[in-house]
């Protein structure tokens, strides 16, 4: 049976990697944290999935209890931003069927404004600040642990929920991707050097020759 899928509130993207997967830090993954502020739809949206999870930890407490010192819960995909509640979803780029060893490739459905499918190679930069829906697959885990050895060994379940991305609708798309400005650098504007790009002349810049 195919699992429900959850359509979050709109919401500006952070650090998107959704035409692409970051394959930087281990196997390419798509990704992105997406801040709404958009209350009543946010609650909306993590109550469902907090209610998922509840029932998912109750069983898995009632049936491995006693297998473990602890069960412990690991923190939902969902915080607290600077301008509403950021949403963390993900989707690795390759699965594989540990059973089977069948492997595939994940692919992530796109969408305009108005609902209409876009192809991946049609689609604008979806760089960070663009205005996003996301259509996410809960996804319910656990993962064994401990710490110590000997008598001193305790162990753990751990109990958590993440969300894959099935679907993407940019209602907003931003051309630049994460972009840093001259002030979440640290500068501030002084009097001087300033570059105008009308009148700038690659010839007459310097290089690093210049300065030995």
Do not use: C
């Not at 500006?12 to 394959?23: M, R």
């Not at 944290?33 to 999870?53: C, M, P, R």
């Not at 993407?168 to 798309?173: D, G, K, M």
């Not at 001087?192 to 700038?200: A, I, L, Q, V």
């Amino acid at each position: 049976m195919a699992k429900k899928l959850h359509t979050t509130p709109k919401g500006t993207a952070i650090y998107p990697w959704l035409q692409k997967a970051d394959d930087k830090f281990g196997d390419p993954t798509y990704k992105v944290d997406l801040e709404s502020d958009d209350i009543d739809g946010v609650n909306k949206f993590t109550a469902k999935l907090q209610d998922i999870y509840n029932e998912f930890l109750e069983e898995v407490t009632e049936e491995k209890e006693g297998d473990y010192d602890e069960i412990v819960e690991e923190e939902m995909p969902w915080f607290d931003g600077d301008n509403g509640t950021v949403i963390r979803a993900k989707l690795n780029k390759f699965g594989k069927n540990k059973r089977t060893g069948e492997e595939w490739e994940n692919k992530i459905a796109f969408y305009d404004a108005k609902g209409h499918g876009v192809d991946k190679s049609a689609l604008p930069v979806i760089g960070g600040g663009s205005v996003l829906r996301l259509s996410v697959e809960p996804n319910l885990w656990t993962i064994p642990d401990s710490e110590g050895r000997g008598k001193n060994k305790k162990t753990f379940l751990k109990v958590g929920l993440s969300l894959r991305i099935k679907a993407v609708q940019v209602i907003e798309a931003k051309q630049q991707r994460n972009a840093a400005t001259a002030e979440s650098m640290g500068f501030e504007e002084e009097e001087g050097y300033e570059y105008n790009p009308d009148t700038f002349d690659a010839e007459d810049a310097g290089d690093d020759d210049d300065m030995l």
